[in-house]
């Protein structure tokens, strides 16, 4: 993104006259930074949105019809972010077949609320699955799943199969068997794809594949952070609508997504900003990115303890929009101190760590700012650990 020396002034001012500082992004589309940042077409559309009012489910289900056919998919809903989409796709199956229970949830006791996951890939955003009501059950083992233990742990509780498509886990059952293995017991998938669109394919291949529900965060597409879709078959979408907050206010009954809203600004710039990522130059994209990263590469080269490779060199599939540096230290204090070292600085400078490494985005770097990243970590690096 491009800033103006205005535009900068004007976000410092704002910050500050809000009591914080404003931090460089080397972290990525990250959720406690406030997401992506927003294309011009993209804050466009959101200001032409802001001068009228719509009827809420007009635009949600016209917005939908848009964004399937974009999609290529049955239908689609946009919600508020990839999170709400989890728990409305799972809240869609637990009242499929099950209308008397849309005021009930999360009160599920009498109805199938089970939903598996496969054991060793769970993650802290599983606990989404429990907002309306589920019980999650582990399916497998360390060693992954097949489609024997799957087939063999479906039973008269199983509501839904939950797939967490960015599992790096071993043992990862394709998509297409665990659709294949669910519908034979006629049973719904949710597929959580939160940060796979990019290649722009993965859009499309989890529906494609027969996946019931597959949900999307919108930063990751840089749409506001939130925003998020539901896409996939359609009367689970249309139920995951029902028990969202337009649901709540105009299907008659009090479902559970009421504090799950999207304002109509929001959903004008989900809608430009999948129209852009599907059209974008994406090679272009990370071109740019590679010219940010050699700068910052150039100069930390050769400092001790420490190895650095470019994210998309060593991680397969490819970063959605968190390409960068890998930086790896010999320990873990010292990975510590520098990260704090960045952060404690002028500007601020956030990274993600984890252990003795951390990865270096440069995805939502303004002009400019590669070069003061690149000089801060040199000065720091210079310091004895």
Same mark, same amino acid.
């Given at each position: 993104?491009?800033?103006?020396?205005?535009?900068?002034?004007?976000?410092?001012?704002?910050?500050?006259?809000?009591?914080?500082?404003?931090?460089?992004?080397?972290?990525?589309?990250?959720?406690?930074?406030?997401?992506?940042?927003?294309?011009?077409?993209?804050?466009?559309?959101?200001?032409?949105?802001?001068?009228?009012?719509?009827?809420?489910?007009?635009?949600?289900?016209?917005?939908?019809?848009?964004?399937?056919?974009?999609?290529?998919?049955?239908?689609?809903?946009?919600?508020?972010?990839?999170?709400?989409?989890?728990?409305?796709?799972?809240?869609?199956?637990?009242?499929?077949?099950?209308?008397?229970?849309?005021?009930?949830?999360?009160?599920?006791?009498?109805?199938?609320?089970?939903?598996?996951?496969?054991?060793?890939?769970?993650?802290?955003?599983?606990?989404?699955?429990?907002?309306?009501?589920?019980?999650?059950?582990?399916?497998?083992?360390?060693?992954?799943?097949?489609?024997?233990?799957?087939?063999?742990?479906?039973?008269?509780?199983?509501?839904?199969?939950?797939?967490?498509?960015?599992?790096?886990?071993?043992?990862?059952?394709?998509? $297409?068997?665990?659709?294949?293995?669910?519908?034979?017991?006629?049973?719904?998938?949710?597929?959580?794809?939160?940060?796979?669109?990019?290649?722009?394919?993965?859009?499309?291949?989890?529906?494609?594949?027969?996946?019931?529900?597959?949900?999307?965060?919108?930063?990751?597409?840089?749409?506001?952070?939130?925003?998020?879709?539901?896409?996939?078959?359609?009367?689970?979408?249309?139920?995951?609508?029902?028990?969202?907050?337009?649901?709540? $206010?105009?299907?008659?009954?009090?479902?559970?997504?009421?504090?799950?809203?999207?304002?109509?600004?929001?959903?004008?710039?989900?809608?430009?900003?999948?129209?852009?990522?599907?059209?974008?130059?994406?090679?272009?994209?990370?071109?740019?990115?590679?010219?940010?990263?050699?700068?910052?590469?150039?100069?930390?080269?050769?400092?001790?303890?420490?190895?650095?490779?470019?994210?998309?060199?060593?991680?397969?599939?490819?970063?959605?929009?968190?390409?960068?540096?890998?930086?790896?230290?010999?320990?873990?204090?010292?990975?510590? $101190?520098?990260?704090?070292?960045?952060?404690?600085?002028?500007?601020?400078?956030?990274?993600?760590?984890?252990?003795?490494?951390?990865?270096?985005?440069?995805?939502?770097?303004?002009?400019?700012?590669?070069?003061?990243?690149?000089?801060?970590?040199?000065?720091?690096?210079?310091?004895?650990?």
């Amino acid at each position: 993104m491009n800033d103006d020396p205005g535009s900068v002034a004007e976000t410092e001012a704002l910050y500050a006259s809000l009591g914080v500082r404003p931090l460089i992004n080397a972290g990525g589309a990250y959720t406690i930074l406030g997401g992506s940042i927003l294309s011009p077409t993209v804050r466009a559309a959101m200001n032409a949105a802001n001068h009228r009012f719509v009827d809420m489910k007009e635009l949600l289900e016209s917005s939908g019809r848009i964004i399937a056919d974009m999609l290529d998919a049955e239908a689609a809903y946009v919600t508020a972010g990839a999170a709400a989409s989890l728990a409305l796709a799972v809240a869609a199956c637990l009242t499929l077949d099950h209308g008397d229970y849309l005021e009930r949830l999360p009160h599920t006791d009498g109805i199938p609320n089970e939903v598996l996951v496969q054991a060793n890939s769970r993650q802290k955003y599983d606990h989404v699955l429990t907002v309306p009501g589920a019980h999650i059950v582990d399916v497998g083992d360390a060693a992954g799943l097949t489609a024997q233990q799957l087939r063999d742990a479906i039973g008269p509780k199983t509501a839904a199969i939950h797939y967490f498509a960015q599992s790096k886990a071993p043992g990862l059952l394709p998509i $297409e068997t665990v659709v294949e293995v669910a519908h034979a017991a006629e049973k719904p998938v949710i597929v959580d794809a939160a940060g796979l669109t990019y290649p722009i394919d993965n859009l499309r291949r989890f529906h494609r594949a027969g996946a019931d529900l597959v949900c999307y965060a919108g930063k990751y597409f840089d749409a506001p952070q939130s925003t998020g879709l539901i896409v996939g078959r359609a009367d689970l979408v249309e139920l995951a609508a029902i028990n969202g907050f337009v649901g709540f $206010e105009t299907s008659g009954t009090l479902t559970i997504g009421r504090p799950m809203k999207v304002d109509r600004q929001e959903i004008a710039g989900a809608v430009a900003a999948l129209h852009e990522w599907l059209t974008m130059d994406h090679e272009g994209r990370l071109a740019r990115y590679g010219e940010r990263i050699d700068v910052i590469l150039a100069a930390v080269r050769g400092a001790p303890g420490l190895t650095v490779r470019r994210i998309s060199a060593i991680e397969e599939p490819l970063p959605t929009i968190r390409d960068g540096v890998r930086f790896e230290f010999a320990s873990e204090i010292r990975a510590a $101190e520098v990260e704090t070292a960045l952060l404690e600085g002028e500007p601020g400078i956030f990274v993600r760590r984890n252990g003795n490494a951390f990865n270096l985005s440069v995805a939502f770097m303004n002009d400019g700012e590669a070069e003061i990243v690149a000089r801060r970590l040199a000065e720091i690096l210079r310091t004895p650990d």
